[in-house]
């Protein structure tokens, strides 16, 4: 990938995560690397497992409190469903739906789980995975609930939304609404991947904001190369500047993952996020990565940060990285080019003794990062993986906080477990502008 130029006018060129940037990751960098969590964590529901989770934010992504609750949103399963155990926690996505926590501090000590968002039926397919959730601009109370509609049989992962409303009182929030689900798009097989080209496709995870430069909506998501599965040929683009003699390595060809984004083309103000024009992915990983998830994007001294988290297990060819977030930077708005974050693209990984403690990480504006606890490896462990010893999260793990400096990020601080913070309060002054 080049350096980051601001000379380059960069119309949906697409930038490479490539084999050569990959090469730079290390792990257990103490700037890029999450600290090793307690094993005695608290757990903030015990009648739910969470992970994916993501907060009450407005439209340019700022984290906003209504009526003085903290609100966050989460894919959940019921520890009744699924059985309170390891292989409970490992079926979750088969029982998953979008939940809702509220708080007055934001503290983890004190969220309250309220339960169920989408109104049970309404999302046409089996699984509710994840999103975000938008305040309405214009609006006093009306949160747009953009998520993933999946299915088993047949297979289908379609961006949805569904719209309700927020409501509180002294003694906590509640919702009304999210009765009626719409899709968004589907993978169309030409800019991104559809499962007739690729059976293990991903296609999931909208991310809405509004993008300062041209003022239009737009959704980040998980997509994948277009193409047969494996059928790809990884090329000097694919490899980046290697060391000579640098062969191709075997499997590099089924890392495909791709940073999509499409933008809105239907009538938002009426509520319509139906219509959008699909736009080619904005950074592929071919050769490198399987799945760049949940991918989001942060505004920060006339720079984009874009993020997204991915896995140890779909690094193909002879990459490797940790479970944690990466990133890519653009000083060109947000259709890049983009510089992999660090040089590498780690931006925040497991520590090598806790190899799958966290995962699911999201930057918000301020550079708080929140994230869910998996597996941790009983202290002293010989083998971390081994499932008789680990503790199973499916809590919110401590936030922590990283600095944003051009193209490099530190971890700087930790903060108490499922801590939050936000920026600005419902509605903000910016939340009735006419801006379009
Ligand atoms: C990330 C993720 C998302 C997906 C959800 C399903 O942890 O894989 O891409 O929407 O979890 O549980």
Not at 229 to 241: L, V
């Amino acid at each position: 990938m080049n350096a980051v130029s601001s000379t380059q006018s960069a119309v949906h060129s697409g930038s490479r995560w490539t084999i050569a940037d990959a090469m730079k990751i290390r792990t257990d960098d103490p700037t890029t690397t999450m600290p090793v969590i307690d094993y005695a964590f608290p757990v903030i529901d015990s009648d739910v497992w969470q992970w994916d989770t993501w907060l009450l934010r407005d439209i340019h992504g700022k984290t906003v409190t209504f009526k003085g609750w903290y609100v966050m949103f989460a894919l959940v399963a019921d520890r009744a469903a699924t059985g309170d155990t390891a292989e409970g926690w490992h079926s979750r996505n088969d029982y998953s739906y979008i939940g809702f926590y509220y708080s007055r501090t934001g503290n983890g000590a004190d969220w309250k789980f309220g339960g169920r968002v989408i109104k049970e039926g309404a999302n046409s397919r089996s699984w509710e995975w994840s999103g975000c959730a938008v305040m309405r601009e214009n609006s006093a109370n009306t949160v747009d609930l953009f998520y993933t509609s999946v299915n088993d049989t047949p297979s289908e992962s379609v961006p949805s939304y569904t719209t309700g409303r927020i409501l509180a009182d002294a003694t906590g929030v509640w919702f009304e609404g999210f009765d009626v689900c719409t899709d968004m798009f589907q993978a169309d097989g030409v800019n991104y991947a559809n499962i007739v080209e690729d059976a293990y496709w991903d296609f999931r995870d909208p991310h809405i904001f509004r993008n300062p430069d041209d003022n239009q909506i737009y959704a980040l998501f998980e997509g994948n190369v277009p193409g047969m599965r494996g059928n790809f040929t990884i090329g000097s683009d694919e490899m980046g500047p290697v060391p000579p003699a640098t062969t191709v390595p075997a499997g590099a060809q089924y890392g495909a993952a791709a940073i999509g984004i499409a933008r809105l083309t239907s009538d938002s103000t009426r509520g319509d996020f139906s219509k959008w024009e699909m736009l080619p992915a904005l950074v592929t990983a071919l050769g490198v990565n399987d799945q760049t998830e949940r991918p989001h994007v942060v505004f920060q001294d006339g720079l984009t940060y874009l993020f997204t988290i991915s896995h140890h297990s779909t690094f193909t060819g002879n990459s490797t990285g940790p479970d944690g977030v990466y990133g890519f930077v653009s000083r060109n708005g947000i259709f890049g080019p983009y510089a992999p974050l660090n040089g590498s693209g780690l931006v925040l990984g497991n520590p090598s003794a806790a190899p799958y403690e966290t995962y699911s990480h999201f930057v918000d504006p301020a550079g708080y990062v929140q994230s869910f606890i998996d597996t941790l490896p009983q202290p002293g462990s010989a083998d971390p993986q081994d499932p008789t010893t680990y503790r199973i999260g499916g809590t919110l793990a401590p936030t922590v906080k990283i600095v944003l400096e051009g193209e490099r990020t530190y971890l700087t601080e930790v903060h108490a477990y499922g801590q939050v913070y936000a920026q600005g309060v419902w509605p903000t002054s910016s939340a009735f502008d006419k801006r379009s």
